[in-house]
């Protein structure tokens, strides 16, 4: 089982940079391919990146393909989520989950962090 804890959330203002950070507690994180997704009031849980195991494959929506970039340390388990050039509609609770493959789909994944909220002002 993997427990995960999103943290670095804030308010900022359009234009400006931000990176959220998961932390999994268990010893089998390598294992498992990790994710991004956000969700806004209203909406549905949407697709933001995903990363592959070793980190070699690297997958984006292309809301946020060149402006965010997914990253991990299996030595220090953790995922982070570089996202620069924020935009008002990138507004939304982003939570990182895990799962045993690469997927667009959040029925793919597993284990789910709390969630973290991100709110861009314009």
């Known amino acids: 089982q993997v427990q995960l804890a999103e943290v670095g959330g804030g308010l900022v203002q359009a234009g400006d940079s931000l990176t959220l950070s998961c932390a999994a507690s268990?010893?089998?994180?390598?294992?498992?391919?990790m994710g991004w997704f956000r969700q806004a009031p209203g909406k549905r849980r949407e697709f933001v990146a995903s990363?592959?195991?070793?980190?070699?494959?690297?997958d984006y929506a292309d809301s946020v393909k060149g402006r965010f970039t997914i990253s991990r340390d299996n030595a220090k388990n953790t995922v982070s989520l570089q996202m620069n050039a924020l935009k008002p509609e990138d507004t939304a609770v982003y939570y990182c989950?895990?799962?045993?493959?690469?997927?667009?789909?959040?029925?793919?994944?597993?284990?789910w962090g709390q969630g973290t909220q991100v709110t861009v002002s314009s």
């Open positions: 268990g010893r089998t994180f390598s294992s498992y391919a």
């Open positions: 989950a895990a799962a045993s493959s690469n997927s667009r789909y959040p029925q793919r994944y597993d284990y």
């Open positions: 990363i592959s195991t070793s980190g070699t494959f690297k």
